[in-house]
């Protein structure tokens, strides 16, 4: 991780995302590609701690990525990123015009971030959810259920649209390609999902998605 104090610059104006490769952040990663205006990503490897250290922690106290700094404030949570990339970048046309479809936009968004992403956590980190190892492998199995029903259910809410709010590529699709890519390094049958794996294929002819998925050598993603 370098260049943090550019966070600290109040005139910077370029946005600054701080990101770990594979992590959630991807989804605010490909977002900002999208956008084509010039922005700054800083590597923050969480396997390093680097997330933890006392340089990220006065940009983020909660020591997660993403966050995004803009003119020396910082936005945490994908579903705040990503919808603030969606307004402040109109002409993409990644966030819908409509009041509703924009509440359903960040509706499915925080699905996201509160459902697979927890089922996600749990596999991961069952330490956090209980102080009882007996109990990790139970809650790792009950997280890998709920992570696979979750995927099911994306499958499901893309069948017959093609993108994830319909017709139109908006900032919840970059969100909905990390949890395919995390089902895959999760060893679950993801090629069965066929309305995802073509969502997952429509991600991927999009020079955007090739270029931060290379910038981030995302091995799962293919
Ligand atoms: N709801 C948050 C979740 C952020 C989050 O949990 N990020 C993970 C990476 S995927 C992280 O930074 N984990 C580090 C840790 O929990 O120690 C968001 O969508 O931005």
Redesign the pocket.
């Known amino acids: 991780m370098n260049d943090i104090s550019t966070v600290r610059d109040a005139d910077t104006r370029e946005p600054v995302l701080f990101y770990?490769p594979g992590?959630?952040?991807l989804a605010s990663h490909i977002a900002l590609e999208e956008t084509g205006k010039p922005y700054k990503a800083i590597e923050t490897l969480?396997a390093q701690n680097q997330?933890?250290t006392p340089e990220y922690l006065a940009v983020n106290p909660r020591?997660?990525?993403?966050a995004l700094a803009v003119g020396g404030r910082v936005i945490?949570?994908?579903?705040a990123?990503l919808t603030y990339i969606g307004l402040t970048y109109p002409e993409t046309g990644m966030f819908p015009a409509d009041t509703i479809e924009q509440m359903q936009c960040i509706a499915q968004m925080a699905w996201f971030?509160n459902t697979p992403?927890i089922f996600q956590?749990a596999r991961f980190?069952p330490y956090r959810f209980t102080d009882r190892e007996d109990m990790f492998d139970n809650i790792r199995a009950k997280a890998t259920e709920g992570y696979w029903e979750a995927m099911q259910e994306v499958d499901g809410l893309i069948d017959g649209k093609r993108w994830i709010m319909g017709d139109v590529y908006t900032v919840a699709d970059p969100y909905a390609l990390v949890f395919y890519g995390w089902g895959m390094s999760n060893g679950m049958p993801m090629e069965t999902l066929v309305n995802y794996t073509r969502h997952k294929d429509q991600m991927l002819q999009r020079k955007a998605v090739r270029t931060v998925l290379e910038r981030e050598k995302n091995p799962h993603i293919k």
Request: aromatic share 0%.
């Open positions: 770990s992590a959630c952040s969480l997330h933890m020591g997660k990525v993403p945490t949570e994908n579903t990123i971030s992403h956590r980190r």
